[in-house]
């Protein structure tokens, strides 16, 4: 994720679109048009399985880095993630800053058969049945710009629209207000938003601060088996990765080497 005077930046441009979106938008001509199952595929339920779960991300650019990958096309990528054993896959839909499109959760969903998350900048219900309208199972909520009770709200609404919440907190943050949102799942982030580092012995410090009765999952920092274990062992039950995987030459054999399939996990990708 960005650090602070991006993230707000980030934010203040999701405003200025949503400004330009009715208050009572209800998708529904999009969700007549869109040729996908209105049935849900449990994000949690898929993260719950015994061993480390990897949701898999296809991102486009990134505010730091640029563009990620030349050939970008998040359906092959979805594809190799599924082939390669993925629990889940992510689909940045921000566009100012990371060059995502909404359209793409509805081609992934078609694609592939695992959960769909979408990983956006959330601060209203219309992204929310924007986010159903066009397939997403489950949608990325940041507790860093949400109000403590705005947060619960968004996660009362996502619920009420069939999706689930992923809450993702930062390793400076009190993980309070994402417990007391409801949500099944919580998310630390290793970046630290001072020094744009990510930490993930941060990470793994948060874990005991985390009730057992939510799924966790520890995001940004990883690329390789031995952090997915050491941070398996901290109590993490999955692992959000996105540059990593798609800056890889190979996504699939990257994706195998992270879930421990391929010894040679120091080999460059």
């Known amino acids: 994720m960005a650090e602070p005077s991006v993230l707000y930046r980030i934010v203040d441009a999701v405003r200025a679109r949503l400004a330009t979106v009715p208050a ?3 998708y529904a001509e999009v969700a007549l048009k869109t040729p996908i199952s209105r049935r849900r595929r449990s994000l949690r339920a898929a993260l719950a399985v015994d061993g480390p779960s990897i949701i898999a991300e296809c ?22 993630y599924q082939t390669a054993g993925a629990a889940a896959i992510s689909v ?53 710009i949400l109000p403590a009770g705005r947060l619960e709200d968004l996660v009362r609404a996502a619920a009420e629209l069939g999706l689930e919440s992923l809450v993702e907190i930062f390793t400076d943050e009190d993980p ?8 099944e799942m919580i998310g630390v982030n290793a970046r630290d938003l001072a ?13 005991s601060r985390l009730p057992e009765d939510r799924i966790t999952v520890a995001e940004s920092g990883i690329s ?3 952090e997915v274990a050491r941070l398996s062992r901290a109590g993490y039950d ?3 990765v996105g540059e990593h995987l798609v800056r890889a030459d190979d ?7 992270l879930r421990g399939q391929d010894s040679d996990d120091s080999a460059s990708e």
């Open 24 to 26: 009572d938008i209800e």
């Open 59 to 80: 991102k486009k650019a990134s505010p730091s880095a640029g563009l990620l990958r030349g050939d970008f096309d998040p359906v092959e990528l979805a594809l190799r």
């Open 92 to 144: 940045v839909t921000e566009p100012d800053f990371f060059h995502g499109r909404v359209e793409w959760l509805t081609a992934v969903r078609l694609a592939v058969d695992l959960p769909i998350l979408r990983k956006d900048f959330i601060i209203d219900e219309r992204q929310l049945r924007e986010a159903a309208a066009f397939g997403a199972d489950a949608v990325l909520l940041i507790q860093r």
């Open 176 to 183: 309070a207000p994402a417990v007391a949102s409801g949500s």
């Open 195 to 207: 020094t744009f580092e990510t930490r993930l012995d941060a990470v793994e410090s948060m874990a």
């Open 224 to 226: 390789g088996h031995d």
């Open 238 to 240: 999955a692992f959000l």
């Open 251 to 257: 996504p699939e054999l990257a994706l195998r080497r």
